[in-house]
């Protein structure tokens, strides 16, 4: 007996579709997620409901947020799920999350997310992150390897300063192509992020230390300094003991946030 599920639809390639099949890493992937009545669970894009429905079994009621409006229409339709879904049909990077809370009760969150998405969706749930328990995303390895590097390593990037800002990174499993239809040309792995309830490094203007940190990587081959010259002085980095001779992907997280506060404590002692 195959290990696949039948799919009865034909993935759109401008949604960046590739559905899940692999039965045995669906349940590696719900247990992870740990579905409960006492968090509001999310799911975005379910798509064929691969997640969704071993999700819903154990549950009262699950939320989805899908762009797709025939695969909404199917969801609609389903035996099982439709008495448990509350389903939104719309594109997940302009949605507002906070909508979603219930009293008491924080946010899980999961979803096999599209790779042309994936990067701009976080940095739109980052801003939610203070409703959210955890979130479970599977995405192309290599965005994974970028959430979860080290100071000092190639895949080391904004991406990583702004998710590990926010919160606790943990690579759960790695899934290779054949457990999707179509298959991808690249490999994919589920993350946990897991955002702060303190954040070990809080910063006073985070869209600030983003816009920040996007200077600071926009050029990978020069040194801090180079990129920064029209920010920060040479006397400042001293005074901060950042040596500005390494490159952006060197230094670590609590140092960005040390320059940008200080960026903005200059900010407000010229205005006062």
């Not at 799919?7 to 960046?16: C, E, I, N, Y």
């Not at 879904?85 to 719309?90: N, S």
């Not at 479970?136 to 959430?147: D, G, P, T």
């Not at 040309?185 to 589920?190: D, I, L, Y």
Request: net charge neutral; aromatic share 6%; with cysteine.
């Amino acid at each position: 007996m195959s290990n696949k599920v039948h799919l009865g639809h034909t993935a759109k390639k401008r949604f960046g579709q590739n559905f899940l099949t692999d039965h045995n890493v669906i349940n590696r992937i719900v247990g992870a997620i740990s579905p409960d009545n006492d968090h509001v669970m999310v799911e975005i894009g379910p798509g064929l409901g691969a997640l969704t429905e071993p999700v819903a079994e154990s549950i009262d009621k699950l939320t989805v947020v899908e762009l797709d409006k025939d695969l909404v229409a199917r969801l609609h339709e389903h035996p099982t799920l439709k008495h448990k879904l509350e389903i939104h049909q719309g594109d997940a990077l302009n949605f507002d999350f906070s909508q979603l809370i219930e009293e008491g009760k924080e946010l899980k969150v999961f979803g096999n997310l599209p790779y042309n998405i994936s990067t701009p969706l976080m940095f739109h749930l980052f801003e939610f992150a203070e409703h959210i328990k955890h979130m479970h995303f599977m995405l192309q390895k290599e965005v994974v390897l970028r959430l979860s590097a080290t100071p000092g390593t190639k895949a080391y990037g904004r991406l990583t300063v702004m998710a590990q800002y926010h919160c606790q990174i943990m690579p759960v499993l790695e899934v290779p192509p054949e457990c999707f239809t179509p298959a991808p040309k690249v490999n994919s792995a589920v993350v946990r992020l897991v955002p702060y309830k303190q954040k070990p490094w809080p910063c006073s203007d985070v869209e600030f230390l983003r816009r920040m940190t996007t200077t600071a990587f926009s050029m990978r081959r020069k040194t801090l300094r180079n990129n920064l010259k029209h920010m920060i002085t040479d006397e400042e980095f001293l005074a901060l003991n950042i040596d500005s001779s390494l490159r952006p992907e060197q230094i670590t997280v609590e140092q960005y946030v040390s320059m940008a506060n200080m960026l903005l404590d200059k900010k407000a002692g010229e205005r006062a």
